[in-house]
């Protein structure tokens, strides 16, 4: 739900580290050196007592709070990292502007309860057993503890503690907040708003707010636009994710936003349930983003000596661009948020058969697959739905997790056994959360799906959705996904989730805890993963719904890869691709090679140009193999040769946007450098050619200026005349031009930074 109205902006700033080592890393930034006083690993917290003031230091960012005379916690200051001797005053209050703007609406504070006749979007909103709904947050104390701020909150009167956690990451500058409500008094009280945090800016008229949003077959759209005095509220209450709103923005100062210059704020929620981020713009133009938990039917009592909880709300600073930010976030998530931070490993190429059986599987069929599969260098083969209970088609089965024993008489075993000989693992879809009622475990439970006694149950694609809050679901879950894992060698699971919920009830639990499930669902579906993940080390997960509407910081801490989208038109990837790569890394975006004539578009294209736009990312192959001719299966082995030797720079390099393809554009194209610099990895696509006009000059980034690299053609033709080797100061101002001419075209070259090793 997108509402009008405002924007904000705050955030981190350029810096992607590594910067004892900071000569590659340097490059990626735009060859922008940090100060000799900035170039370290060690994130750094001070406190002053003098003045009341917190001040966190990491990379190229400084981010100062305060408590003012009043003991409220506000905000002084976020943004490019300052000098050590640079101080602060004191924290004073604001000001309003008549007896209709009380102070507490023109005090920046980091975190604000409903009271003092406060407007704004509050952070924490309560109803005691009293009625009383006033709470006034003051400071209480704080702790500081390697890289990470904890300060306690307290409310005037009443015994309710709320503790702020600052986590500052040392590479990236990138904050980590959230908060944790406890409840001290002697009674019950009902919280109704709890975000994670608010992250303010000061004024400004010049603020350009960007976020995205989609649906399915159609998701990640950049919208950008003038932050104006009001609200935007960013928000899914769909139980999920969602893809109509990603719970990521980033605001640009600068009425004309660059790729590579300018001050920019980001932040992006950590939570794979309802959420909801506000910014808001006041009448001075300051600007205030809070997220969390949506209130949108949302109540959470919590007893005495009980405590609730954030999501974390990660915010990050940039001076080189929303691009620098990207690069920032996405160095970020490698090294920080996923699973095997910061020594993850590189996504296999994978193979997945959806698309060649559909429900149709058995083990003749896929063990043909296999051996097709493995002849053109994929490493991971996964079997997709259709492998269990009595699943023929999408009505039935969704819930029995016993092996089909028509399809697979032997069990999973001899299939496993053979895709290990081909030299590839192997992989498998569930979709854990979800049911058939045509099912024997709905047969046997239906009071386990989400629902209201007495109302109907509303179905999506024939299926109800299991209510993961209950204790007995979560162990139900769990059972069969760690009985499947520990009989069977399994390296991979395609987790799967294809509908959002409807009548999100919880007969079970007494009255005033039943809204409690959005919370219970999301924080048991991350027990289930966190849990599986420690008895079964070797396995990776994917997360998946419909496309990509469960991807978000927080599910990507227990999954390896997410999957963006349902619609493999390699055409309309691109722009897919694009928006996808503002707010996730291209290491954990899977892309496909599928069919053509592709079944979302009717679009026919080369099985060349196929391969060039999901190389741009986690390379998989989707398409009916058994259609395939010999010269696909040669001109794929190239392809997958010719991916796995800059896998590294494309998944965990600095990726620069050279042309976008969004609004129309004929042309699109890419740059992605190896982190420590040795390389770079270009594509470039055309749509279509009109009046025999040339495909633009490409201008690289984010190489050494000083530094020799030479070219390699991979796929497509360069000008004519380009030379063979050049320094990095001419490859990106004197730039390189792609002969493309036709409709879908595509290219592909390297650069090879000369003495690199």
Not at 170 to 185: C, D, F
Not at 290 to 300: I, L, R, S, V
Not at 726 to 731: I, V
Request: net charge negative.
């Amino acid at each position: 739900m997108i509402e009008s109205g405002f924007i904000f902006r705050e955030g981190i700033r350029r810096s992607f580290l590594y910067l004892s080592a900071c000569a590659a890393l340097c490059a990626f930034l735009l060859s922008m050196a940090l100060p000799a006083w900035a170039q370290t690993n060690a994130a750094q917290i001070r406190y002053d007592d003098a003045a009341h003031t917190f001040r966190l230091d990491a990379a190229d960012v400084s981010y100062v709070l305060g408590v003012n005379e009043s003991g409220e916690l506000q905000t002084l200051y976020w943004g490019k990292r300052l000098r050590p001797a640079d101080s602060f005053p004191a924290a004073h209050s604001g000001h309003g502007t008549s007896g209709f703007d009380p102070v507490a609406n023109a005090t920046p504070e980091e975190f604000a309860g409903w009271g003092a006749g406060l407007y704004v979007v509050p952070d924490l909103k309560i109803t005691f057993p009293d009625g009383n709904r006033d709470l006034v947050l003051h400071y209480l104390s704080h702790s500081i503890r390697e890289n990470t701020l904890t300060i306690v909150l307290k409310d005037i009167s009443r015994d309710v503690n709320v503790e702020l956690r600052y986590e500052i990451d040392p590479a990236t500058g990138i904050l980590a907040r959230s908060a944790r409500m406890e409840n001290k008094t002697k009674e019950p009280f009902t919280i109704e708003e709890a975000f994670a945090a608010t992250w303010n800016l000061p004024g400004s008229s010049d603020y350009q707010l960007r976020y995205l949003t989609g649906r399915w077959a159609g998701e990640w759209n950049l919208q950008q636009g003038a932050v104006h005095p009001g609200k935007v509220v960013l928000e899914s209450r769909r139980g999920s994710t969602g893809d109509e709103a990603n719970p990521w923005f980033a605001i640009e100062r600068g009425k004309r936003p660059d790729q590579n210059t300018g001050d920019v704020w980001f932040g992006a929620l950590g939570w794979s349930g309802s959420w909801q981020i506000n910014v808001e713009q006041d009448w001075a133009n300051r600007v205030r983003v809070t997220g969390g938990f949506t209130p949108f039917d949302f109540a959470y009592v919590l007893k005495p000596g009980e405590d609730l909880e954030t999501p974390k709300f990660y915010g990050g600073y940039a001076n080189t661009g929303i691009g620098g930010a990207s690069r920032l976030l996405h160095r970020f998530e490698l090294d920080s948020i996923v699973p095997q931070a910061p020594h993850r490993k590189l996504r296999p190429v994978l193979y997945n058969s959806w698309e060649a059986t559909g429900f149709d599987v058995n083990e003749a069929g896929q063990e043909a697959l296999a051996e097709k599969a493995a002849s053109f260098g994929v490493e991971r083969f996964v079997m997709d739905d259709g492998w269990f209970g009595e699943r023929k088609d999408d009505h039935a089965g969704l819930g029995d997790w016993y092996v089909n024993a028509q399809k697979f008489p032997h069990g999973l075993k001899p299939l496993i056994d053979k895709v290990h000989s081909l030299g590839m693992d192997f992989g498998l879809w569930v979709e854990p959360e979800m049911v058939n009622p045509d099912s024997a475990l709905y047969r046997a439970h239906p009071d386990w799906v989400l629902n209201f006694p007495g109302r109907p149950r509303t179905e999506g694609r024939n299926q109800l959705v299991l209510n993961l809050a209950r204790p007995d679901v979560r162990e139900y879950v769990y059972g069969f996904l760690d009985k499947l894992l520990s009989e069977n060698d399994i390296a991979f699971l395609k987790w799967d989730y294809n509908r959002n919920w409807s009548e999100p009830g919880w007969p079970a639990a007494p009255l005033d805890e039943q809204k409690e499930v959005y919370v219970k669902y999301v924080q048991n579906l991350y027990g289930i993963l966190a849990e599986l993940r420690a008895k079964h080390p070797g396995v990776e997960i994917e997360s998946c719904s419909g496309g990509g509407a469960r991807v978000d910081l927080g599910i990507l801490h227990y999954t390896d890869e997410v999957w963006p989208s349902d619609n493999t038109d390699p055409f309309d990837r691109l722009s897919i691709q694009d928006g996808f790569s503002y707010a996730y890394a291209p290491g954990v975006m899977m892309a496909w090679v599928t069919d053509s004539p592709n079944w979302m578009n009717n679009r026919s294209t080369s099985l060349e140009y196929r391969f060039l736009s999901s190389m741009q990312g986690s390379l998989g192959i989707g398409a009916n193999l058994n259609k395939w001719t010999p010269e696909d299966f040669a001109t794929a082995k190239a392809m997958v040769a010719e991916y796995k030797q800059v896998r590294a720079t494309v998944q965990e390099g600095a990726l620069y946007r050279l042309i976008s393809p969004l609004g129309g554009s004929e042309y699109s194209a890419t740059e992605s450098v190896a982190r420590d610099g040795h390389e770079a990895a270009v594509f470039a696509f055309l749509h279509s050619s009109q009046e025999g006009q040339p495909f633009p000059r490409l201008y690289l980034r984010g190489l050494d200026p000083d530094a020799v690299y030479s070219i390699h053609s991979q796929t497509g033709k360069l000008e004519d005349g380009a030379p063979q080797r050049a320094s990095g100061d001419y490859w990106m101002n004197h730039g390189v031009g792609v002969s493309l001419r036709g409709d879908f075209q595509a290219a592909f070259f390297t650069l090879e930074k000369e003495g690199a090793q």
